[in-house]
Protein backbone atom coordinates (compact mmCIF):
# COMPACT_ATOMS: atom_id res chain seq x y z
CA UNK A 1 0.00 0.00 0.00
CA UNK A 2 1.10 3.14 -1.05
CA UNK A 3 2.35 5.89 1.87
CA UNK A 4 -0.93 8.39 2.31
CA UNK A 5 0.55 11.88 1.55
CA UNK A 6 0.55 14.10 4.70
CA UNK A 7 -1.38 17.34 3.40
CA UNK A 8 -4.75 16.53 3.62
CA UNK A 9 -6.33 18.61 0.55
CA UNK A 10 -3.80 16.65 -1.38
CA UNK A 11 -4.97 13.22 0.09
CA UNK A 12 -8.75 14.79 -0.72
CA UNK A 13 -7.97 15.58 -4.20
CA UNK A 14 -6.78 11.82 -4.41
CA UNK A 15 -9.53 9.92 -3.16
CA UNK A 16 -11.65 11.68 -5.23
CA UNK A 17 -9.66 11.30 -8.48
CA UNK A 18 -9.75 7.53 -7.56
CA UNK A 19 -13.56 7.65 -6.96
CA UNK A 20 -14.10 9.55 -10.55
CA UNK A 21 -12.22 6.37 -12.19
CA UNK A 22 -14.09 4.01 -10.28
CA UNK A 23 -17.39 5.25 -10.98
CA UNK A 24 -16.40 4.82 -14.56
CA UNK A 25 -14.75 1.48 -14.51
CA UNK A 26 -17.69 0.26 -12.48
CA UNK A 27 -20.53 2.33 -12.71
CA UNK A 28 -21.90 4.66 -10.21
CA UNK A 29 -24.27 2.12 -8.23
CA UNK A 30 -21.59 -0.73 -7.78
CA UNK A 31 -18.55 1.40 -6.84
CA UNK A 32 -17.59 0.49 -2.99
CA UNK A 33 -15.13 2.28 -0.44
CA UNK A 34 -13.60 -0.24 -0.95
CA UNK A 35 -13.02 -0.19 -5.06
CA UNK A 36 -11.98 3.86 -4.47
CA UNK A 37 -9.52 2.26 -1.12
CA UNK A 38 -7.88 0.39 -3.99
CA UNK A 39 -7.94 2.63 -6.48
CA UNK A 40 -5.92 5.16 -4.38
CA UNK A 41 -4.18 2.55 -2.74
CA UNK A 42 -5.13 3.46 0.61
CA UNK A 43 -7.20 1.57 3.46
CA UNK A 44 -10.93 2.20 3.63
CA UNK A 45 -10.06 4.31 6.95
CA UNK A 46 -8.47 6.69 5.35
CA UNK A 47 -11.05 7.32 2.35
CA UNK A 48 -13.22 7.91 5.60
CA UNK A 49 -11.11 9.82 7.61
CA UNK A 50 -10.16 12.29 5.17
CA UNK A 51 -13.19 12.55 2.77
CA UNK A 52 -16.68 10.46 4.70
CA UNK A 53 -18.51 8.45 3.09
CA UNK A 54 -19.70 7.43 -0.95
CA UNK A 55 -21.99 10.19 -1.04
CA UNK A 56 -19.56 12.51 0.05
CA UNK A 57 -17.28 10.92 -2.33
CA UNK A 58 -19.81 11.49 -5.49
CA UNK A 59 -20.70 14.59 -4.46
CA UNK A 60 -17.12 16.23 -4.79
CA UNK A 61 -16.98 14.59 -8.33
CA UNK A 62 -20.21 16.67 -9.19
CA UNK A 63 -18.63 19.54 -7.21
CA UNK A 64 -15.89 18.72 -9.47
CA UNK A 65 -17.46 18.30 -12.77
CA UNK A 66 -19.55 21.33 -12.14
CA UNK A 67 -16.63 23.73 -12.21
CA UNK A 68 -15.27 22.63 -15.35
CA UNK A 69 -18.76 22.64 -17.43
CA UNK A 70 -19.05 26.20 -15.96
CA UNK A 71 -15.81 27.87 -17.01
CA UNK A 72 -17.04 26.44 -20.62
CA UNK A 73 -20.86 28.06 -19.50
CA UNK A 74 -19.50 31.38 -19.26
CA UNK A 75 -17.73 31.55 -22.21
CA UNK A 76 -21.01 30.68 -24.20
CA UNK A 77 -23.30 32.58 -21.83
CA UNK A 78 -21.06 35.74 -22.21
CA UNK A 79 -22.19 36.31 -26.16
CA UNK A 80 -25.53 36.83 -25.41
CA UNK A 81 -27.44 40.37 -25.42
CA UNK A 82 -29.91 40.21 -22.70
CA UNK A 83 -29.80 38.65 -19.67
CA UNK A 84 -33.27 36.26 -20.90
CA UNK A 85 -31.69 35.04 -23.86
CA UNK A 86 -28.23 33.83 -21.35
CA UNK A 87 -30.45 32.21 -19.22
CA UNK A 88 -32.34 30.37 -22.05
CA UNK A 89 -29.23 29.45 -24.07
CA UNK A 90 -27.67 28.26 -20.70
CA UNK A 91 -29.93 25.33 -19.66
CA UNK A 92 -29.86 24.45 -23.34
CA UNK A 93 -26.36 24.45 -23.57
CA UNK A 94 -26.16 22.69 -19.72
CA UNK A 95 -28.80 20.50 -21.19
CA UNK A 96 -26.84 19.65 -24.40
CA UNK A 97 -23.28 19.15 -22.86
CA UNK A 98 -24.63 16.85 -20.35
CA UNK A 99 -25.97 14.64 -23.04
CA UNK A 100 -22.66 14.77 -25.12
CA UNK A 101 -20.02 14.29 -21.91
CA UNK A 102 -18.92 10.79 -20.61
CA UNK A 103 -18.17 12.47 -17.51
CA UNK A 104 -21.23 14.30 -16.70
CA UNK A 105 -23.60 11.73 -18.38
CA UNK A 106 -21.91 9.03 -15.78
CA UNK A 107 -23.41 10.93 -12.99
CA UNK A 108 -27.13 10.55 -14.99
CA UNK A 109 -26.98 7.27 -16.26
CA UNK A 110 -30.25 5.64 -15.50
CA UNK A 111 -28.88 3.42 -12.51
CA UNK A 112 -27.25 6.49 -11.13
CA UNK A 113 -29.83 8.94 -11.05
CA UNK A 114 -31.31 8.17 -7.58
CA UNK A 115 -28.21 8.51 -5.70
CA UNK A 116 -27.23 11.92 -8.14
CA UNK A 117 -30.48 13.38 -7.56
CA UNK A 118 -30.15 12.74 -3.79
CA UNK A 119 -27.07 13.91 -3.03
CA UNK A 120 -27.27 16.99 -5.78
CA UNK A 121 -31.10 17.69 -4.72
CA UNK A 122 -30.47 18.01 -1.03
CA UNK A 123 -27.01 19.29 -1.05
CA UNK A 124 -26.33 23.31 -0.55
CA UNK A 125 -22.69 22.73 -1.87
CA UNK A 126 -23.96 22.14 -5.15
CA UNK A 127 -26.34 25.33 -4.60
CA UNK A 128 -23.80 27.54 -3.86
CA UNK A 129 -21.32 26.79 -6.10
CA UNK A 130 -23.80 27.68 -8.44
CA UNK A 131 -24.81 30.63 -7.00
CA UNK A 132 -21.13 31.82 -6.76
CA UNK A 133 -20.76 31.06 -10.71
CA UNK A 134 -24.47 33.10 -11.93
CA UNK A 135 -23.99 35.85 -9.11
CA UNK A 136 -21.69 37.76 -11.51
CA UNK A 137 -24.34 38.03 -14.23
CA UNK A 138 -27.44 37.89 -11.76
CA UNK A 139 -26.33 41.09 -9.90
CA UNK A 140 -25.75 43.61 -12.63
CA UNK A 141 -29.16 42.32 -14.39
CA UNK A 142 -30.84 43.03 -11.40
CA UNK A 143 -29.26 46.49 -10.98
CA UNK A 144 -30.39 47.75 -14.71
CA UNK A 145 -33.94 46.12 -14.08
CA UNK A 146 -34.01 43.36 -16.31
CA UNK A 147 -34.44 40.52 -13.32
CA UNK A 148 -36.97 40.58 -10.50
CA UNK A 149 -34.96 42.37 -7.50
CA UNK A 150 -36.78 40.21 -5.00
CA UNK A 151 -35.16 37.71 -5.98
CA UNK A 152 -32.08 36.38 -3.87
CA UNK A 153 -29.16 34.72 -6.35
CA UNK A 154 -29.08 31.59 -4.31
CA UNK A 155 -32.93 31.33 -5.03
CA UNK A 156 -32.93 31.98 -8.44
CA UNK A 157 -29.52 29.37 -8.63
CA UNK A 158 -31.46 26.89 -6.58
CA UNK A 159 -34.29 27.00 -8.94
CA UNK A 160 -32.61 26.89 -11.97
CA UNK A 161 -30.64 23.97 -10.74
CA UNK A 162 -33.43 21.80 -9.92
CA UNK A 163 -35.05 22.91 -14.12
CA UNK A 164 -32.19 21.67 -15.18
CA UNK A 165 -32.16 17.92 -13.14
CA UNK A 166 -35.89 18.07 -14.36
CA UNK A 167 -35.34 18.55 -18.09
CA UNK A 168 -32.60 16.03 -18.02
CA UNK A 169 -34.15 13.23 -15.91
CA UNK A 170 -37.74 13.99 -16.49
CA UNK A 171 -38.41 15.40 -20.76
CA UNK A 172 -41.75 14.86 -20.56
CA UNK A 173 -41.97 14.37 -24.52
CA UNK A 174 -40.13 18.16 -24.89
CA UNK A 175 -36.93 16.48 -25.69
CA UNK A 176 -36.25 18.65 -29.00
CA UNK A 177 -34.46 21.89 -28.29
CA UNK A 178 -37.21 23.90 -29.72
CA UNK A 179 -39.53 22.46 -27.75
CA UNK A 180 -37.24 23.12 -24.22
CA UNK A 181 -36.73 26.73 -25.99
CA UNK A 182 -40.43 27.08 -25.93
CA UNK A 183 -41.12 25.86 -22.65
CA UNK A 184 -38.09 27.64 -20.76
CA UNK A 185 -39.33 31.51 -22.50
CA UNK A 186 -42.86 30.64 -21.60
CA UNK A 187 -42.16 29.66 -18.09
CA UNK A 188 -39.00 30.25 -16.88
CA UNK A 189 -38.20 33.82 -18.22
CA UNK A 190 -41.72 34.94 -17.01
CA UNK A 191 -41.18 34.03 -13.57
CA UNK A 192 -37.55 35.38 -13.28
CA UNK A 193 -37.82 39.20 -14.88
CA UNK A 194 -39.80 41.99 -14.12
CA UNK A 195 -43.72 42.34 -15.05
CA UNK A 196 -43.06 44.97 -17.60
CA UNK A 197 -40.51 43.16 -19.22
CA UNK A 198 -42.74 40.20 -19.33
CA UNK A 199 -44.99 42.13 -21.77
CA UNK A 200 -42.18 43.41 -23.48
CA UNK A 201 -41.12 39.56 -23.75
CA UNK A 202 -44.31 38.54 -24.91
CA UNK A 203 -44.88 40.64 -27.61
CA UNK A 204 -41.35 39.75 -28.78
CA UNK A 205 -42.33 35.95 -29.15
Not at 74 to 94: C, M, P
Request: aromatic fraction near 6%.
Amino acid sequence: MAQAPPDNDRMRQRLVDAAEVCFHRHGLAKTTIEDIASEALVSRSTVYRHVGDRDELLLEVLLRAADRFFDRLHKRVTTESTISAALVDGVLYTLASVRRDDDLMLLFAPEAIGYTTRIAGSSEAIFSRTAERLRPMIEPAQAAGEMRADLTVEEIAQWLTRIVFSLLMLPGGIDSPDQVRDQLERFLIPALVPDDRVRVLTRDL
